[in-house]
């Protein structure tokens, strides 16, 4: 499964927070940029992390028998 477009969803959000007319809906749309680029940075790291489990190998533990 893919995962969003953090990013593209927290521009949106900054398009939307500055086109807003009302303090109360500009602060909600700011708070949720924030919120899409903190899931965005999350993402990237579990990415990286991913990517260098993958680079090393098999784990030590890939080698045991299946649970029954």
Request: glycine share 2%.
């Amino acid at each position: 499964m893919a995962a969003p477009d953090y990013r593209a969803l927290a521009a949106q959000a900054h398009d939307d927070a500055a086109a807003a007319n009302l303090t109360n809906v500009r602060d909600r749309f700011l708070r949720a940029e924030s919120a899409w680029l903190a899931m965005a940075r999350r993402q990237d790291l579990s990415d990286a992390a991913r990517a260098k489990r993958d680079a090393t190998g098999p784990d030590k533990n890939d080698s045991l028998p299946p649970l029954s």
